[in-house]
């Protein structure tokens, strides 16, 4: 792209353009140092495009942000390839070193032709009422995002130059966005919040933390949902439970305690009725078992003969005085029989088994057998 070399020597108040073949001969004598430079620490060359106007000594507003912009200490020369074509220049001053004192500036229209030379005066104008300028955070020889505007002057709390001119606060998950103290402080969408708080010149990202997310469920710095024997969610800030792990159930609906439950689905779910867990029990021969009984009765007797392998027990009475009741179970070649109630006055056989492998006869138990429960 055909282009012209700009020369600042800052220390006077005149520009010398020439060609990319050319030397950078000034087109007229250095002059005195103006009041304005000598009260400046930096200046700052910004170029704007062709639809770019100047308004005095500054850039007309709804100017597009400059398409160069390089700033340099007071003193020093500042030198741009700056393509050729119309352009408006404004120099800024600044009374301090981070540019934010804005204290003078001009502005100058000018058409930038290559290999030929083009002079053009930018005497920089007292600007009380200027107000602050960016601090620089866009400004090298690549160009910056609207860094140059000089109707930047609230750096402080304008969402659009928040820290820094040109840096506009981010739109991700905002509801209203809002700066304070040259920070973003905006209000987040639901299940959103702002956790990092960018300082300028880092570009803000809005509300970027999923406060419905487990892995800080309901604020910043939330620690992660840790249920126990369950997999978390957070629906709406709180941690709840999303699932169980296998054996355990989620019987009192409280997800502090996570699935607190251990047990077995047999079809109707894993919890006894008003919330409890179930009952853990033996068979009395190695075998263990869940189901809602606490007592000994005929649905215990009958889930410890399932607990055994026999898929239909069947109910008995059976003892001396037919006293005992008994749940049994016949294999081809064996016999186990549970009693869950006896009668008897003396050696009750409740909460007793007996298992005859040698065949499959059936024997009442005894208060002397195997004990389950």
Not at 24 to 40: E, F, I, N, T
Not at 228 to 234: E, H, K, Q, W, Y
Not at 267 to 290: K, L, M
Not at 291 to 300: F, Q, R
């Amino acid at each position: 792209m055909p282009c012209a070399r700009v020369r600042l020597a800052a220390v006077v108040l005149a520009f010398s353009v020439a060609g990319c073949g050319g030397g950078d001969k000034p087109c007229l004598s250095m002059g005195a140092m103006s009041d304005v430079l000598a009260r400046a620490q930096l200046v700052r060359l910004d170029v704007y495009d062709a639809a770019a106007r100047c308004d005095g000594a500054r850039i007309a507003d709804g100017a597009a942000p400059p398409m160069l912009s390089k700033a340099a200490v007071a003193g020093q020369p500042i030198t741009l390839d700056v393509p050729a074509g119309h352009h408006a220049l404004v120099l800024s001053a600044f009374a301090d070193a981070a540019g934010t004192a804005l204290v003078g500036s001009a502005c100058v229209e000018t058409d930038v032709r290559a290999n030929q030379p083009a002079c053009f005066d930018l005497t920089l104008a007292d600007l009380p009422d200027a107000g602050s300028g960016d601090d620089l955070a866009s400004s090298d020889d690549g160009g910056g995002g609207g860094g140059g505007d000089l109707a930047c002057s609230d750096v402080t709390s304008d969402v659009s130059n928040c820290g820094a001119c040109g840096r506009a606060c981010s739109s991700a998950h905002v509801t209203a966005p809002a700066c304070a103290d040259k920070l973003c402080a905006p209000a987040c969408a639901a299940g959103w919040a702002d956790c990092n708080h960018p300082i300028a010149p880092a570009a803000d990202d809005g509300c970027e933390t999923n406060v419905y997310d487990p892995a800080h469920c309901g604020a910043c710095g939330a620690p992660a949902c840790n249920l126990a024997n369950a997999s978390a969610a957070c629906p709406a800030g709180a941690c709840t439970v999303k699932s169980c792990n296998a054996g355990f159930f989620d019987c009192d609906a409280k997800a502090a305690n996570g699935c607190e439950c251990a047990g077995k689905d047999s079809g109707g779910g894993g919890c006894c009725a008003g919330g409890s867990c179930q009952t853990a029990h033996t068979d009395g021969f190695g075998n263990n078992f869940y189901d809602c009984e606490t007592t000994y009765t005929e649905t215990l007797a009958r889930d410890a003969a399932k607990a055994s392998g026999f898929a239909t027990p069947f109910g008995n009475t059976c003892g001396a005085n037919m006293t005992e009741k008994v749940i049994c179970g016949q294999s081809a070649t064996a016999c186990t029989c549970w009693v869950w109630a006896d009668s008897a006055a003396n050696n009750p056989a409740t909460g007793r088994a007996r298992r005859n492998t040698a065949n499959n006869t059936c024997y009442c138990p005894n208060a002397g057998d195997q004990p389950w429960n």
